[in-house]
């Protein structure tokens, strides 16, 4: 079966130092991978989508970045963390066989 | 990707059916209509999706109408459980990427 997993589950993080976090999916191949941030009490944003191996679009201009250096691995990462980067941040994975979203269990990232 | 509009808030008792609307009247004819929720601190959850049927699983139904501008979800025996934000969205099947979540409905499903 398929299976998501990111971490960590929280992090404490200071202004100004980076930020990697990752996704990996289990059982599938050529998944589409997404990151959503969903800021305090805000609805989910759509960050980063990617369709393959080192293809990525970006839905939003920001500090962030996102890589896909492998089919089933998803990066987020930062080279200096905002205050407005504090956030829960979700990775998704969609099979190449249905539209359904699945999602990890997400990081709750505070920058202070 | 055809915007939706959902009710902030929805408030329902427990044991009772719950019906949450959404207006996609935006639709386009190869677009479809998905729900996910989300609970507090946890990634969200597919419930179900239709074109133009009405749709029913294990978690709910989904009535969609004739002209495809409206859509509702029932949960036909809420349990405090389904307490949640209830994401309406459509997508065209099969296009690349991106998926868009408005800000839902917080469910309050109370005793």
């Known amino acids: 079966s398929q299976t998501i997993h990111q971490w960590p589950a929280t992090l404490v993080q200071p202004v100004g130092s980076p930020l990697s976090l990752e996704c990996t999916v289990e059982g599938t191949s050529n998944p589409n991978l997404y990151w959503y941030r969903q800021a305090a009490g805000r609805g989910l944003q759509l960050l980063f989508y990617?369709?393959?191996?080192?293809?990525i679009s970006s839905e939003v201009p920001q500090n962030l970045s996102a890589s896909r250096p492998q089919d089933r691995q998803f990066i987020l990462s930062s080279k200096k963390l905002l205050l407005s980067d504090s956030g829960f941040y979700l990775c998704a994975w969609m099979p190449a066989t249905n539209e359904k979203l699945f999602f990890g269990s997400g990081t709750q990232l505070s920058v202070l | 990707d055809a915007k939706t509009t959902q009710p902030p808030s929805m408030d329902c008792a427990e044991g009772r059916a719950a019906n949450l609307p959404c207006n996609h009247s935006?639709?386009?004819?190869?677009?479809?209509v998905y729900w996910y929720r989300q609970i507090h601190s946890q990634g969200p959850q597919y419930i179900i999706h239709g074109l133009k049927n009405n749709e029913t699983n294990e978690m709910a139904s989904l009535i969609i109408t004739e002209d495809r501008k409206s859509s509702t979800l029932i949960l036909p025996h809420a349990t405090l459980r389904d307490t949640a934000v209830y994401y309406c969205?459509?997508?065209?099947?099969?296009?690349?990427?991106?998926?868009?979540f408005g800000k839902g409905t917080k469910l309050s499903v109370k005793p």
């Open positions: 990617s369709v393959g191996i080192g293809q």
């Open positions: 935006t639709i386009s004819g190869n677009e479809y």
């Open positions: 969205i459509v997508r065209a099947r099969g296009s690349q990427g991106n998926l868009i």
